[in-house]
Every structure is written in C-alpha cells, then in structure tokens.
C-alpha cells in the first residue's frame, strides 16, 4: 500500500511507533524511525531485522530543535529523492493531580507532545511543497475527545494535537499536503504497562469491544491515512478506542 513512498516516524522505537514502523516497511515504504536514544534506536533495528525487515534507518535528533531537525530532513531528502509521509507520534502521558505538577513538568509535555510536533511539521513543508503533496499524520489520543480525571497536562497537549491538525488541513490543503490524526484508546504498550491491574480491569469493563487496543490497531489506522485509499480525507481525528468513553 505505500510502494515508494519515504516515510518518517517520530516516537518510533516502541510501542505504537515501533508496529507502525514495521507495517510501513512490510507495505513497501522506506522508513525513517525517530527514538531519543541511540540504543533504543538500534534495538529497534534489531528487532526489525530479526523480522527481516531492513527498509528502515534510524536516528535520535533533538525534536525541539527546528535546525536539527531541517538539516536531517534535508540529508534524508537528498539520500531517498523525496519525503511522502510525516508521523508525529512520540509522546509522554501524565497522570498527577494538578496541585503537584510543577510547571516545569507541564513544560516537559507540551514540549514532546505539541513543541516537537510544531518543529518536525514545519520543516517538513517545503519538502511536501516541492513533491507536489504529502501525508502528515499525528497521534492523539481518546483524551482529546473527553478529557482525563487527573493529570491536565496531556489532555491539554492532545486537544492541541487536534487543532493543529484540523487546522493545517485547511492550510495546506492547495498544497495536496493530507494532515490527518489517529487517536487511540487505551493501547497495550509502555505508556500503560505499568498501571496497576486494579485500574485497568475496570477500564476494559467500559469498553464496548470488551479489550483494550493493541499497537497494530492503531498501525492500521494510520496506513489506511498513509495510502492513497485515504486521498480525500484531510483534517480528521479517527478514533481506534473500542468505542471507549472514559
Ligand atoms: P511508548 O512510551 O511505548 O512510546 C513513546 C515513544 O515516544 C518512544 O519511541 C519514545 O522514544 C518516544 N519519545 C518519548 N519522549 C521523547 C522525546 N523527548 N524525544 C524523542 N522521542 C521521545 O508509548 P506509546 O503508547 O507507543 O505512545 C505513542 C503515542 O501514542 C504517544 O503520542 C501517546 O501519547 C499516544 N497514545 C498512546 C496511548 C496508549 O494507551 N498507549 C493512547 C492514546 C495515545
């Protein structure tokens, strides 16, 4: 589904990113993952090879930094040709109470969550402009619909993932660049391994298809955005959340 297409994918190292990378590659994209850290990064070319997947490279800029971020673009565009799809997808959750979050640590969310988003969609324009479109494609959450009981901060970032994505839709739209979002329910990855299973159970309980996502879930929700099957769909939220309310 995305033979010849070049696509990067931030946050690719595990969890959502990480199966989203890897069905890009077995769909015939070249893929670019984006980790923080040089050994998560290897590790996850690794894993990928042991599947013997070797269409993706890696690497761990700086995502808050615009000029990093534009020369690596530029040395991946001058390496593959061109740059067809964009996936901002790292991200951090919150859950404390409001009253013990420091601004500092509220600053550290929006940073990754909605800074980093800012700076990678930026420099990726005048590469979708030259090739005539593009695809740029950004993970929300169920949390952008409903909000959460505690922890304002990602919510708050995730509101903001949607308008940014609503909005660039219709900014970019004469340019042929899609900009899509994908927001997922409660999905099996690290973000939620560590909540106990006493707050999870209850959560499965509320979801109407009975279990909580899995990474390819969401993975196949994005390919769909990613291929030319979605052509005239720009500026949506799609949910992938089991019909979850929270
Ligand atoms: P995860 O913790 O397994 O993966 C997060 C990824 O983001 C990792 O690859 C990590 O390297 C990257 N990342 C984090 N901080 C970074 C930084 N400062 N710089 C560069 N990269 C950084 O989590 P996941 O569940 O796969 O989350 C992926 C996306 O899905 C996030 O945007 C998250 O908000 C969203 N999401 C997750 C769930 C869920 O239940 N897991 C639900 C809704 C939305």
């Known amino acids: 589904m995305l033979k010849g297409k070049v696509a990067i994918i931030t946050g690719g190292t595990r969890g959502i990113g ?22 998560t990064v290897n ?4 894993e990928l090879k042991k599947d013997n997947i070797s269409n993706v490279e890696g690497y761990y800029p700086n995502l808050n930094n615009y000029e990093e971020i534009e020369n690596l ?11 067809d799809i964009l996936i901002n997808n790292a991200g951090i959750s919150a859950s404390k109470p409001i009253e013990d979050t ?10 990754i969550n909605v800074n980093a988003m800012f700076c990678t969609t930026k420099a990726i324009i005048p590469f979708m402009k030259e090739n005539n479109g593009g695809c740029i494609l950004n993970t929300s959450s169920m949390v952008s619909l409903y909000g959460q009981p505690s922890g304002v901060g990602y919510p708050a970032s995730k509101f903001a993932v949607n308008g940014f994505t609503k909005s660039l839709a219709r900014e970019l739209g004469k340019y042929n660049i899609r900009v899509n979002a994908v927001a997922p329910g409660i999905t099996n990855t690290d973000m939620v391994s560590n909540l106990p299973k006493e707050v999870i159970e209850p959560l499965i309980r509320t979801i109407p298809l009975g279990r909580i996502g899995e990474p390819i879930d969401v993975a196949n929700a994005f390919l769909y955005l990613a291929s030319d099957m979605a052509n005239y769909v720009t500026g949506t939220i799609l949910s992938v959340d089991g019909a979850a309310r929270s």
């Open 18 to 39: 990480y199966e989203t990378s890897k069905l890009f590659a077995q769909n015939g994209a070249q893929v670019i993952l984006f980790g923080s850290r040089e050994e």
């Open 43 to 46: 590790k996850a070319l690794e």
């Open 73 to 83: 673009f530029t040395s991946i565009k001058e390496k593959y040709g061109h740059i």
């Open 102 to 111: 420091s601004l500092d640590e509220f600053n550290r969310i929006m940073n």
